[in-house]
């Protein structure tokens, strides 16, 4: 399998066709000077989450050129395309989608290239260099020798590019994913499941957070979040690097007055938030390691907004888990038809130190954020217990949600999951269920998500900014959805789904544990839809139409 995305089954309508994107181009101008009008179409068949665009929250039209860099009409509509962009660049966004032709022998190399050199953040560097000098490489003889020297040109890492440029595995699967981390100095240990092609990536170096997932092995869909930009810039910020990852470790509580992520005395806005380095940039000691499981520690130090300090022994342990042992916890029959990746993670803290953790100086919680990638399609759905007491969902973090990305009835949570709008909610532990999921019809991909929940009441941590009028009434569940800030800067897009354990009251040397468990299902509607019945007596279709 190569490394370049051939297009989808949906989008095979259009074989035979290459747009003309010079036509393209006129007709989102001929668009622009038009009265509204609804048009109703799927931009999901056009544009996939990983595809490589140039947008703007502004743009009106976006133009997809399904393109080939080797055929000369492509490249003599390029100039036109290219000026028209610059006509209008906060009205239009530009896709381009790969769609090498069989008689041009270099296009699949030169797509190679361009991704090749997005991998170091020079994407649409390389894209205008192999349209300008078309000519020059197509019918020079050695294509391969004139895209090195071009990556030369731009300042890239010439052998990088040339083992970025030959890798097996397409954009988008977990093949392609293990060696971009890999390529950036990444330490990765990969665990598989012996019954099936299911495996999983994790990374000491980020406190052993899953990076991703697949159910098909290294052909098969990374199913985690990577922030590919970040991580290709080679910056390390001193307040957060989001390098993503489908779950990571953290610790609460994240504001008030016993945060951990906000210095005694400072006013709680976000240039003085600043996650702790043994969260964020700091790596894990693995202790066992085999193709099954890996175990890591780590012992730190802590001080929260009120002063007091916490010595704190972390261990945490990753296990891939089978179909059966997934049919086994969960109770339900997964149809043979269904693909599944699944994994469980223990995750221990422990007082270390000779003093009390008690309520009136802080208490810590562990907390477990999980990274997916959004789309148009993809729902998050939380059930609630109805006979709980209190609010059923805390939706005000960043403001209320709306009314038409939120919805509460008949026992469960619905949130509509685009990367658009910079929102969260929470379920307080009276009423969470400890499962969660989401559902991305596009993809036809289901996740799972439970965690274990104390047998009787416990506190649970407020990670809320600034003022709390209960430092001791959160969350057990969250989910948020990835959105521009005021800025229009935007850190994904993405989205997670989090779970937190309960306040940790610890004597020295006594531990509390968190255990998750995530689950992907991959295939047809009909397997999948069994699955969320049995689950949550909730039919499938009802949550795929639920926002549209």
Not at 130 to 157: R, V
Not at 219 to 225: E, P, V
Not at 351 to 378: E, H, Q, R
Not at 380 to 393: A, N, R, S
């Amino acid at each position: 399998m190569n490394m370049i995305n051939i297009m989808s089954n949906e989008a095979k309508v259009l074989t035979g066709i290459v747009v003309a994107t010079v036509a393209l181009v006129i007709g989102a101008v001929f668009f622009l000077s038009q009265p509204e009008k609804p048009v109703i179409i799927d931009p999901t068949l056009l544009v996939k989450a990983d595809s490589n665009r140039i947008a703007t929250d502004s743009a009106r039209v976006t133009v997809v050129e399904f393109g080939d860099y080797e055929c000369p009409a492509c490249g003599m509509a390029f100039p036109g395309l290219k000026q028209a962009l610059a006509d209008y660049p906060n009205d239009v966004n530009f896709v381009y989608r790969h769609y090498p032709l069989m008689q041009h022998p270099n296009a699949e190399i030169a797509g190679r290239a361009a991704e090749a050199a997005g991998m170091q953040g020079k994407y649409w560097e390389m894209h205008n260099i192999l349209f300008e000098k078309q000519e020059e490489w197509s019918k020079g003889g050695d294509a391969l020798g004139a895209f090195k020297g071009y990556a030369g040109g731009l300042g890239l890492n010439v052998e990088k590019f040339s083992a970025d440029m030959n890798s097996d595995f397409a954009k988008g699967t977990l093949g392609y994913d293990l060696d971009f981390l890999k390529s950036h100095d990444f330490e990765c240990i990969e665990l598989k499941d012996k019954t099936s092609k299911a495996s999983l990536i994790l990374v000491p170096g980020l406190q052993g957070r899953v990076m991703t997932s697949s159910a098909n092995g290294s052909d098969g869909k990374s199913l985690g979040w990577i922030n590919y930009k970040l991580i290709e810039s080679g910056k390390v910020s001193s307040q957060f690097n989001p390098y993503g990852g489908e779950e990571r470790f953290w610790l609460g509580p994240e504001g008030g007055p016993f945060s951990i992520y906000f210095p005694e005395g400072k006013e709680q806005v976000f240039e003085n938030w600043d996650v702790p380095p043994v969260l964020d940039t700091e790596s894990f000691e693995v202790k066992i390691v085999d193709d099954q499981q890996v175990s890591m520690v780590k012992n730190t130090v802590l001080k929260n907004a009120s002063g007091t300090e916490f010595n704190i022994g972390i261990e945490r342990k990753v296990s891939i888990l089978t179909r059966d042992t997934i049919s086994e916890l969960f109770n339900i029959n997964i149809p043979s038809e269904i693909d599944v990746v699944a994994y469980q993670s223990d995750n221990t803290i422990k007082n270390i130190g000779d003093k009390v953790w008690t309520k009136d100086k802080g208490l810590l919680s562990i907390w477990l954020l999980c990274m997916f990638n959004p789309s148009p399609t993809t729902t998050v759905f939380i059930p609630y217990k109805k006979e709980g007491e209190g609010v059923i969902v805390n939706d005000e973090y960043f403001g209320k949600v709306p009314s038409d990305r939120l919805i509460v009835e008949n026992g469960t949570v619905y949130f509509k999951i685009d990367g658009k709008l910079r929102s969260k909610i929470g379920l307080p532990p009276e009423r969470a269920k400890g499962i969660c999921g989401s559902y991305d019809s596009d993809q036809k991909i289901l996740t799972l998500l439970w965690c274990s929940l104390p047998a009787k009441s416990k506190d649970y941590l407020n990670s809320k900014w600034g003022h709390q009028d209960n430092p001791y009434k959160g969350d057990a569940i969250n989910s948020y959805n990835d959105g521009p800030v005021e800025d229009g800067s935007i850190m994904g897009p993405f989205y997670e789904i989090e779970t937190t354990s309960p306040a940790a009251d610890l004597q020295p040397n006594e531990s509390l544990t968190h255990t998750q468990r995530i689950v992907h299902f991959q295939g047809e509607e009909a397997g999948l839809a069994t699955i969320v019945k049995d689950l949550f007596n909730i039919d499938l279709h009802h949550i795929t139409i639920k926002f549209q």
